[in-house]
């Protein structure tokens, strides 16, 4: 655990966060415009986002099959009754004066995340609910010295709102927790999870108590922190700063706290007293959410396979280590590829391959998984290779590079480059005997006990044959062949 | 000859079909009686004479043709609630002067689509809020029953409200008929005053689509004429599910104007003892009676029930409704369209627009709305008020076990003078006392017109039936004003 070391003992973090994740849909929540993102400023509006009078909300199936599926990713439990209330606010991106939201009863209810941490260890998160929510539009205040400009195009866009408990230690954990909460929707398919783009965006509560307290302190909300990275920042500044006022004796005022980039600090934005009283009511324009039960089973029964069960998989059928598929199952592509190139293969190897080699060359080169110059196919093409004793883990380094270059399947470079690995005895006897011959003197020292000069023997034949040797034959040969 | 002003719908779509007049004809004349009308009530907010020639003579061409609509033909005045393509859509509210919907309400659609002319958009209430038509930021309504009575000679009457418009235009013979909206009692009190039918039909019969939201829970649109006939064949063409307005209902609309005619012998009229209220004048109470005596006559059987919760019904009523409309009317922020005050930051724009262009009622309606919703405040006012409204709901529930419609006066008065209620707000809120128990529980309601009372204004009374079973209601009313016989005509009609 993490604890933060003050002046005058240990303190614990407690960290909850709200994500705000836009539902993957062609329109909006309430409306047929559509939610695609960027367009020229208010290209994507009804009159229904826009607020004119006697415009009337009419909910979108599609983004309640996604909410409902999302919740089943989150093993939540799915309320067939729901109702939206309206958050009422004036600001100007705020056509009706109000958002709709759902306040007392949401979507999904209780579920829970396990959070993949350090060294293969998890940790169960707590989910208190998901709720479904209209998005606000932009105000635009650098297009006019003396006028605010507003844009109407993410306006009644369908978010969900992810609440977790307050069951995080640190920011490592609040950053796994947005880790798998992404996986999980981008399998689900109910948000691409896109934090730069804004469709994940994550309100950070957090609150700091010594060692040993169970009692919660006062909290603060840091609002809009729109990556992981600035997520595990603001909550170790917010650290600190609430336990230098602590130990100073001072109070931690309950406040809506803003993160600031540049400066890498939180400040505040409103307190308690200045907060909005959004005045919930269950809107009037729209009937209770009602779900038919064996709706939400068919939707159930459709569910992707999701990482935690993936990785299950992952472990048992290739016998993968829980760090390996950890990292594999992460991003649904990077699974996928890996089990294009693991079928039928071996999967520790293939593996060791993505993880180590495939995964290190995508990064050197900026690329994402589904953006690789090696096939899932071609990898796997590489693999068998090795299993099959055609090359050498060495070679087949060799082989990798050349395939990242030219994007040639591993089998042609094989074979155009020569690079079969020589497995028969005795052509592997003939160069053992040439190198052995050419350095008598080495030999006669080896066999008067310095041991150490076998490594040099296997590095010269293998430099005599481009490293084609099978290994373990030259090694055994070698071994054979100094004893005399 | 008859004037033609003097026909119902049901007999002007006779003479139209047996082409003893054109649409044309019949629209001229209502033009000359509204632009009559108009000086002496300011009935319309806007008129559109011009569309509606153009309308009549597309009509006439349909006739002749052979595919004439439903209602083809008949000129009528439109609330300036709804929001009508290409033409001017206020609210009674200079918050939207100028406003002009790029979209057509549904209701008015299908009524387009039935083949009505619209004479213009009718007067009301700054967003429906009031129950004299005095809110308008237009101007009042002066009734058409002011006048030549000497009673009333001196005085400018009020029309009602908040559809006063359109029931000063049907009763002054300014409109064959006239779209209402009733959130409390907005069509069936002013129709009972001034003497013509008015129709609140079960919550969610007719789409809310394009219709400016006073509050969404309760508001539904209907139909003013000047029979129940007229009110029966003009719901049928206003209502029907609609994909735009989730709330409304997914039903078939039956044909109202099957129900006329048929007999009430055997129907159980429900006479609820706690409509029995305080300061209402004794001539109401006899009227009421009368009402009951004639349905029995025609062979009903009058039963006595109970509404325990009635006397709760006007502060619920005045906790829901403006809090729905203090949400509903925050998008009057001159941000996006009508009227836009400037100011050195975004609030002194919010405060200087709303401050300038709602009235005080709309105002006074929007901080009680806000303060009901307030933290700290809710529970003990806005959610006692829905449970408070379960139970209204709940003794109707009960109440229709014994029988099948009731029976109730619809106003606490004849029509009172402008000005005469404005000191006391309570005062004039207790206009929707009769009313407002059918909008908390979704009811639909007619008001027939039953007789001039001493003072010579009319008076009507009100049905109330169960919910979707507006054709009982139409079956009881169509026999209440047969036996009434009202025929009425107030001192100003065009």
Known sequence: MAYVQGQTGEWEMVIGLEVHAQVTSQAKLFSGASAAFGGAPNAHVSLVDAGFPGMLPVINKYCVEQAVRTGLGLKAQIN?????????????DLPNGYQISQFTQPIVGKGEII????????????????????????SMHDQSPTETFVDLN?????????????????????????????????????????????????????????????????????KNVNSIRFVMQAIDYEAQRQVEILEGGGEIKQETRLWDTGKGITRAMRSKEEAHDYRYFPDPDLLPLVLDAAWVEDIKKTLPELPDEKKQRFISQYGLTDYDASVLVAEKASADFFETVAKGRDGKLAANWLTSELFGALNKMGKSIEESPISGAALGGLIELISNDTISGRIAKDVFAEMLASGKPAAQIVEEKGLRQVTDMGA??????????????????????????????????????GGKLNPAMLNDTLKEKLKG | MTDLTDLSMTQALAGLAKKEFTATELTDRYIKASIKGQAATNAYITTTFDAAREAAKASDERRAAGHAGTMDGIP?????LYCTKGVQTTAASKILEGFVPTYESTVSQKLADAGCITLGKANLDEFAMGSSNTTSAYGNVVSPWSGEDPANAARKLVPGGSSGGSAAAVAGRMALAATGTDTGGSIRQPAAITGIVGIKPTYGRCSRFGIIAYASSLDQAGAMTRTVADAALM???????????????????????????????????????????????????????????????????????????????????????????SSNLARYDGVRFGLRETGDSLTEMYENTRGSGFGVEVRRRILMGTYVLSAGYYDAYYKKAQRVRRLIRQDFIGAFEKCDVILTPSAPSTAFAIGENEDDPIKMYLEDVFTVTLNLAGLPGIVVPMQLCANGLPMGMQLIGKPFDEMTLFKAAAALESAAGYNAKPPFVG
């Open chain 1, 428 to 465: 592997i006897g003939a160069e053992i005997d040439k190198i052995l011959a050419a350095n008598a003197d080495k030999v006669a020292e080896y066999r008067a006990g310095k041991d150490k000069l076998f490594g040099f023997f296997v590095g010269q034949v293998m430099k005599a044959t």
């Open chain 1, 80 to 92: 067939l009754t729901s109702v939206f209330d309206r958050k009422n606010y004036f600001y100007a």
């Open chain 2, 235 to 325: 719901l049928r063409e206003m209502a029907g599910h609609d994909p735009k307005d989730s709330t409304s209902l997914n039903l078939p609309v039956p044909d109202f104007t099957q129900a006329l005619g048929q007999s009430v012998k055997g129907l159980r009229i429900g006479i609820p003892r706690e409509y029995r209220i305080d300061g209402i004048p004794a001539e109401i109470d006899t009227i009421w009676g009368k009402g009951a005596q004639m349905l029995r006559e025609a062979g009903a059987e009058v039963v006595d029930i109970t509404l325990p919760h009635t006397k709760y019904a006007l502060p619920t009523y005045y906790i829901i409704a403006p809090a729905e409309a």
């Open chain 2, 76 to 80: 009528i005045a439109m609330k300036d």
């Open chain 1, 115 to 138: 959070l993949d941490l350090e060294g293969g260890k998890s940790r169960t998160v707590g989910i208190t609910r998901l709720h479904l929510e209209q998005d606000a539009g932009k």
């Open chain 1, 154 to 222: 993410r306006a009644g866009v369908a978010l969900m709102e992810v609440v977790s408990e307050p069951d995080m230690r640190s920011g490592e954990e609040a950053a796994a927790y947005l880790k798998k909460l992404r996986a999980i929707v981008r399998y689900l398919g109910s948000c691409d999870g896109n934090m730069e783009e804004g469709s994940m965006r994550c309100d950070v509560n957090i609150s700091m108590r010594r060692v040993g307290v169970e009692t919660l302190g006062t909290r603060c909300e840091i």
